[in-house]
């Protein structure tokens, strides 16, 4: 897919969240924002998989160890074809299937139920592992947000993936800067987070501007060349992104908008969507 | 009289692996550095292809077997009772538990007969805390041939199931060729009518031994082995309360939460009945010989004894 046409899809997927989240009057719009890109890439352009069979046992995979932001994996399933686009409203709803965190028992296409934070990537290094082991040739991806490799099992993950040479694994990190009590330098700073990876002997990629298709592009062609060892890649991304008073704003990492909010933030989009074209 | 053969669970655990890699090549064993006292040691000489040593980090070991099973392969992770289910509870719960994964927890070194290393190690929770993650199946067998079966019927079982294995040789009183093991299913072990001991574990064959000794002082004391915790013979457990109308709960465990307290939630609910929940009182153990701590704490065949036949006559 071209880039103009991930950007198109990328936009549909954050206006997946807004609805989702404004529907559901709670969730997170911030950290779901930042990685909209991610997701459109991933699920668009990267991964070997098929809406039709969901369980193909030699699919790739994906776990979402930032499991609070769900709205947006749901936006890029929904739009993929998975379930219906109408049904991201229904989103932590009583009796919906979009739990407020993925449930891989009753959503089609989420391949681990996750949430609690540094759980998913152990998962996703028993995937990868799986694989390797049962000799398939499908690639592991997770996404963990930057406050959550604070979280010491992150590291245990790491050392184990690194240790089992799972060069089928693509760790990712949406390095937004900020988490709930505040920029996560002033919280507890888990910097230099590429030299930590480093220091796990994964293969590193620093990824400037983790919402342009181009550098992405360049990043997962790079990982998929890496043998003998993980990847993790490191991007930049700007929290919110796509809606004007969400970008870089601490408070809006698990805030729905008003009836107002929610107005301007679907004219960010439009507009968006008129320069597209 | 031939001596009684001794066997800890936790090398039955180890023997059944073995048997059951050599049925099922989809079986893996995982360890956190623990092999040589889990005796997944003895599964690794024989398949070193398939154990997997996961170093120090129980809680990853946790995430990487809910991976592993969804592609296929059936983990059985093994480690102390204290670090799998107290250190990874929430492991357990969020990556295991809760999207029903097809992951076999064997933790081994339960409860005070632990012995020297103490109360750090001593896991006298994990019934309790297993228990309340829903769909869990929570195993505590008696002896040799129970812990063995019990780990052929968890491989079979689809779902996530939690057995606890002892490192003291315990007694082997179930190998008998009509011996039968099924999940949720309790055993009458011995029949009386003056009082039902419901034991679990290493305590099973103690209650059986307690209860030769109150026949010798007129008491007639049923015996029931309560193998699985959960799902829990609440049929059974009812019918020996309007039999004996006495219940005597028997393990080595906290008095919260375990054996006890899911007899007495089943009771309380379905029949109401006389209880004592013999058992570790709401404390932690200390370092000592397994058999003198057993004694002390009141769980040797003679602190069974006392106690149920004070408790029938009171």
Known sequence: MDDLNLKRIALKIREGIIDGVYSAKAGHPGGSLSAADLFAYLYFEEMNIDPKNPQDPDRDRFVLSKGHTAPGLYAALAHRGYFPVDD?????????????????????????????????????????????????????????????????????????????????????????????????????????????????????????????????????????????????????????????????SIDWHGKAPNDEEYAVAKQDLKKAGDILG | MAEIKKIATRESYGNALVELGKKYDNLYVLDADLAAATKTNIFRKVFPERHIDCGIAESNMMGVAAGLSTTGIVPFVSTFAMFASGRAYEQVRNSIGYPHLNVKIGATHAGISVGEDGATHQCNEDIALMRTIPGMVVINPSDDAEARAAVEAAYKYDGPVYMRFGRLAVPVFNDNPDYKFEIGKGVVLREGKDVSIIATGLCVSASLEAADKLAEFGISAEVVNIHTIKPLDEALIVEEAKKTRKIVTVEEHSVIGGLGGAVAETLSEKCPTEMLRIGIKDLYGESGKAVDLLKKYGLDFEGIFSSVKEFVKR
């Open chain 1, 88 to 248: 991201l409203k229904t989103l932590r709803h009583l009796g919906s299937y979009l739990q407020g965190h993925p449930d891989m028992k009753c959503t089609p296409g989420v391949d681990m139920s996750s949430g609690s934070l540094g759980q998913g990537i152990s998962a996703a290094v028993g995937m990868a592992l799986g694989a390797k082991l049962t000799g398939r040739n499908f690639r592991v991806y997770t996404l963990l947000g930057d406050g959550e490799v604070q979280e010491g099992q992150v590291w245990e993950a790491a050392m184990f993936a690194s240790h089992r040479k799972l060069d089928n694994l693509v760790v990712i990190v949406d390095n937004n800067g900020l988490q709930i009590d505040g920029k996560i330098e002033d919280v507890c700073s888990p910097y230099p987070i590429d030299k930590k990876f480093e220091a796990f002997n994964f293969h590193v990629i620093n990824v400037e501007n983790g919402n342009d298709f181009g550098q992405l592009r360049k990043a997962f062609s790079e990982a998929k060349s890496v043998k003998g060892k993980p990847t993790a890649i490191v991007m930049k991304t700007l929290k919110g992104l796509g809606v004007s008073y969400m970008e870089g």
